[in-house]
């Protein structure tokens, strides 16, 4: 058959420049401000504008190479494969068989939108590298990424039909027909808010800003600086108080920010057997996970939104987008009483019961006593340096306490047909559902003291992404431990031992 | 109470990590020795050496005698049918259950210390996890390694 070769639209070329730009802007201006702030002429006007000749050269050859990047992309379909050819200097081919993509996720960036383009991006099983998906198709109409679903459902029809083909074809197609897309779970913009004003982001936006200034730490004028801070102070304390909490603030404005803005129009829904994401005001994304690389189903219970009675559900999928895809918010922000049936519409089979197997009293004293080991000596280095006022370092002794009895309340466990359920409490609480053949590997763990109190800690991991995630109970009864690892033991071999 | 695994690893091995700890051992006592010249030249107190002694007697006591003992007693594996059972670890116990069906590869592996005393380590990844049995006779480790692969092969997923 001949295969008609498609190629990505020009805007392509464009996105690639812009990337490359944003990616070497650092250096760029550097070079800029290192030639610019000599202001010593020299008297040869090449000189003198060597910083700007310097980046409008890079700049050609960045809007060069990606004019040729994308001349020279093509992707097409041959035998139930989606084939792709680039490459700058040296020519790649990719041949993706139909039957290893899982799903194809959906962006569509600020550029996109006005052209009602898409990019795409084709998740396959076991990814090779880290953070690059398999294939990436930058811009294409969605038309074109139609085309492609329709090539890839339609070589899998075929494939079903001859695999079946004693009488079962009808069926199957039928189904196929009856192809609809349920909507699960949509996000109101009250929630939104919520989501936006309570969520972590603020650490992430410091860091960042952080480290953004570390990079132009060389370039701050420090001396000038601190003549300011020093006129600063004269203002007194409580001005420098209140451009600290309105710096802050501004921080936390921004966080809000981009949360409601990637998280706007927030949407699950179930297509036949995968479920479907879409998010974004201005980038709009929408990603697909198959529900059979679903590994385990997570509710998340952060101390402040549980006043308010709301939880997060999160899914980890065994496939694709390496560290990020591993955890997939699901319900990013839910009333807690409104959790289950949408749940239960997506995953029939789970059983969503609050465990209630709790941890014995006696494993109490393991959740603050190892504590001891760094507070005693920091207590006491406190204690001795700073001596009136280290003494209240003290205090912290209480803290610790409470936090360990209060993860010690938390934790819980149930076992119901092949269903582990382990509730467990960093600072947020979370209740894992995990079914058995999604786990990895299990391990129960007891030092000295445990075998003593006949205590024991259990793990049980998880493939997420292409790392792991481990859900433990710390300090259960032993018996309990050992019944767990039991039903964890395959069962053709307890029936070897019965009989 | 669970029947514990009922194969261990090689006596070689035990001897590997005494020669292991030996080496730990040398590093710390070249480290007590250089503190020592220190306090020779500046003229620090002379109970200096005493406990530059004491630290290394008590690191020579654990990395070559008692951590490797424990250690090699503690660990057992017993590969099944339908699964493999590890337990190891010196203050806390560690006791690992893996189905066959969840295993996706087996390795072994051979340092130069290992392949003198004809030792190799094998490792067992599922997908989310890898797994090693530190010192087993390489013929022990091969023989186990393609058991391992075998039964993983013929396992069936039940749930």
């Known amino acids: 058959m001949s295969e008609t070769r498609y190629k990505l639209h020009w805007i392509t070329a464009v996105i690639q420049v812009l990337k490359t730009v944003k990616e070497m802007i650092l250096p760029l201006l550097v070079i ?185 730490a060389e370039m701050i004028p420090f001396e000038w600086m601190y003549e300011e801070v020093s006129g600063f102070i004269k203002f007194g304390l409580l001005f420098v108080a209140i451009a600290v909490f309105f710096g802050f603030f501004v921080v936390w404005l921004l966080s809000v920010g981009m949360t409601f803005l990637s998280y706007y129009g927030f949407s699950v829904s179930l297509d036949q057997q995968d479920i479907v994401i879409t998010r974004g005001l201005l980038e709009k994304k929408r990603m697909t996970v198959p529900l059979n690389r679903v590994q385990s189903i997570r509710v998340i219970e952060n101390p402040f939104r549980q006043i308010f009675g709301y939880a997060a559900v999160a899914i980890d999928s065994a496939g694709g987008g390496g560290a990020e895809g591993a955890k997939i918010n699901l319900f990013p922000l839910v009333r807690k009483k409104d959790i289950n049936g949408p749940l239960k519409e997506i995953f029939p089979d789970l059983i969503l019961v609050e465990p209630t197997r709790k941890l014995p009293a006696r494993s109490r004293r393991f959740y603050y006593r190892i504590d001891f080991l760094w507070m005693v000596p920091a207590i006491g280095a406190m204690a001795y340096f700073f001596f009136p006022y280290g003494l209240l370092s003290l205090l912290i002794v209480p803290v610790i306490i409470f936090y360990g009895l209060w993860q010690h309340r938390s934790g819980a466990y149930e076992l119901s047909g092949n269903q582990l359920t382990l509730r467990f409490r960093g600072f947020s609480l979370q209740t894992a559902f995990l079914m058995r053949k999604r786990i990895q590997s299990m391990e129960v763990k007891q030092n000295y003291f445990h075998k003593r109190r006949q205590v024991a800690s259990v793990t049980a991991a998880i493939k997420s992404g292409i790392g792991t995630f481990r859900a433990q109970v710390l300090h259960m009864e032993e018996a309990e431990a050992e019944r767990i690892l039991s039903w964890y033991e395959p069962k053709t071999e307890k029936k070897g031992r019965q009989e | 109470m669970r029947a514990q695994p009922v194969n261990q690893i090689s006596e070689k091995g035990l001897r590997v990590w005494r ?141």
């Open chain 1, 32 to 216: 800029v401000f290192a030639n610019g702030l000599n202001s010593s002429s020299s008297g040869v006007w090449y000189l003198d504008y060597l910083s700007f000749i310097i980046f409008g050269a890079f700049i050609i050859v960045f809007a060069i190479t990606g004019i040729i990047k994308w001349k020279r992309f093509e992707y097409w379909f041959e035998d139930d494969e989606l084939r792709i050819e680039y490459g700058l200097f040296v020519k790649k081919k990719r041949y993706i068989p139909f039957d290893r993509i899982q799903s194809l996720d959906y962006t569509e960036g600020i550029l996109h939108r006005p052209l009602k383009l898409v990019k795409v991006k084709v998740e396959t099983a076991g990814s090779s590298s880290l953070k690059k998906s398999e294939a990436e198709l930058t811009a294409i109409t969605k038309e074109a990424a139609q085309i492609i679903e329709h090539e890839i459902a339609a070589a899998k029809m075929t494939k079903k039909a001859v695999s079946l083909e004693e009488g079962t074809v009808v069926e199957g197609i039928e189904a196929e027909e009856q192809s609809q897309v349920k909507s699960i779970f949509t996000m109101s913009v009250k929630d939104l808010l919520i989501l936006a004003t309570t969520s972590g982001g603020i650490g992430i936006i410091l860091s960042g800003a952080g480290i953004f200034l570390s990079q132009f």
């Open chain 2, 19 to 159: 020669l292991y700890g030996i080496m730990q051992t040398i590093v710390i006592l070249l480290l007590a020795i250089g503190s020592g010249v220190l306090v020779y030249i500046f003229e620090w107190p002379g109970w200096l050496y005493a406990i530059a002694a004491v630290v290394v007697v008590f690191f020579a006591y654990f990395l070559i005698y008692l951590f490797p003992k424990v250690r090699w007693t503690r660990w057992r594996y017993e590969v099944r049918e339908s699964e493999i059972e590890l337990q190891h670890g010196i203050f806390i116990v560690k006791r690992t259950l893996i189905p066959m069906v969840r295993v996706q590869h087996v390795d072994t592996s051979q340092g130069p210390i290992l392949r003198k005393y004809d030792l190799a380590e094998i490792t067992i990844s599922t997908a989310a996890t890898n797994h090693t049995i530190p010192a087993l006779l390489t013929e022990e480790a091969d023989g186990l390694r393609g058991r391992i692969s075998v039964l993983a092969r013929v396992a069936e997923d039940d749930v």
